[in-house]
């Protein structure tokens, strides 16, 4: 299956814009004037739909021309691009998609030609299939851990480091108590933010 | 600037193909899925958490609405996408240096491609390719795709060591001592990207 490399899925997305010659802000400078305004970090939606490793939203323009003797052509349409990196099937994340942020969904893909809404979340499911372009090669580098798996791990370099530093030359006994009390901690923390640096929180353990 | 967020880099570049020759890189793409040894010099890089390669058939641009008229073009088009660490012109120059034979056995098809040596043709080409990205997330911002995986092994050797950690404590030490030797080189402190390197 081309689309995945282990437990990730590559999800490419061309959606054509509307064109409407008599708006005074066409469609595709209306996507980009949203999109520049959204938020990147943990209050992006793509935090919430929490299985993206990494997503953008791109408008093109047109193709390209690379001089003589190449033909000059153009499309008919810009496009809005959605390529995002995410963990599990599709649906399930089409689906979270319109679940955990319908509002920006809404104020992207309603620039979009034939976007149906979200009233009906299988309806979108389509309209979103309708527009995938299936990756042709898709390369991931650690394609076998969840983004809870990858934050938790930075979380956990990070207190480790923090640990060693501060537990140098410590007796046996109490490296080991402050250990146990640093792996307790961790595991009964809450899921770090997607979206977030990951800071040292466990040094003081 | 759209294209970095964090410690990555996302990149954007189309370039037209024959359609004839659209069947000669989809054969490449497809011994490159059966032979991951062909992937290997990408993964030693170990620069590029995601990239990805997408042939859009010059009548597969989605059309939705009867409204829309149908595209008349002649050439199919190379898509790529891809997530990396570092600057443009250090991800294009280690492209050129090390993986020139890949690129030039994917891009070799598309019109006017220079070739991957020398690096002024093609950082040119590319230039002429890309277009810009207007919104990026990326779920670990301060990460390069080296510290997901030293972060990864970390961890396994930490759950190890948790995992035994109640033993009497001079056996508990020396457990320690080899979990430092295991992870000592995987304990770079992930964080903003350093000023002036965008």
């Known amino acids: ?205 | 600037m759209s294209n970095i967020h964090g410690k990555a880099y996302a990149m954007n570049a189309i370039s037209p193909m024959k359609p004839w020759k659209t069947w000669i890189v989809r054969a490449v793409f497809f011994l490159m899925r059966y032979f991951p040894s062909a992937t290997r010099n990408l993964v030693n890089l170990s620069f590029i958490h995601f990239a990805r390669w997408v042939i859009v058939r010059r009548d597969a641009f989605p059309r939705l609405s009867a409204q829309l008229p149908k595209d008349n073009l002649k050439y199919d088009y190379l898509l790529f996408f891809s997530n990396f660490n570092g600057t443009w012109n250090q991800y294009i120059d280690a492209f050129s240096a090390v993986l020139s034979w890949g690129l030039n056995t994917i891009w070799h098809w598309s019109e006017k491609f220079p070739g991957a040596v020398p690096v002024t043709p093609l950082k040119n080409y590319i230039t002429q390719g890309q277009f810009e990205t207007d919104y990026y997330y990326t779920a670990y911002p301060h990460a390069t795709t080296n510290d997901v995986k030293a972060a990864h092994r970390v961890q396994a050797a930490f759950d190890e060591l948790a995992a035994a950690a109640d033993k009497p404590a001079d056996e508990f030490e020396k457990a320690y001592r080899r979990f430092l030797v295991r992870v000592q080189g995987d304990l770079g402190a992930t964080g903003e990207l350093p000023v002036g390197t965008e």
């Open chain 1, 1 to 205: 299956m081309p689309n995945q490399s282990g437990g990730v899925y590559g999800l490419t997305i061309l959606s054509p814009i509307k064109q409407d010659p008599h708006l005074k802000i066409s469609h595709s400078l209306a996507i980009r004037m949203y999109l520049q305004r959204l938020p990147q970090d943990r209050r992006s939606p793509f935090a919430r739909v929490s299985s993206t490793h990494m997503a953008r939203l791109v408008v093109m323009d047109d193709v390209v021309y690379v001089g003589s003797p190449a033909c000059e052509e153009h499309l008919q349409a810009q496009y809005l691009v959605f390529e995002s990196n995410f963990d599990g099937d599709l649906d399930t994340y089409l689906r979270q998609m319109v679940r955990e942020a319908p509002k920006e969904v809404d104020a992207v893909w309603q620039h979009c030609d034939g976007y149906p809404g979200l009233a009906d979340p299988g309806q979108f499911v389509r309209y979103m299939k309708r527009c995938q372009i299936e990756t042709t090669f898709y390369f991931a580098d650690v394609n076998d851990k969840t983004v809870q798996q990858t934050l938790r791990a930075l979380q956990t370099q990070s207190a480790v480091a923090a640990f060693i530093e501060k537990n140098q030359g410590r007796p046996a006994a109490e490296l080991q108590k402050a250990f146990l009390g640093v792996a307790r901690a961790l595991r009964n923390a809450p899921a770090p933010n997607p979206g977030n640096a990951i800071g040292r929180e466990f040094a003081d353990e």
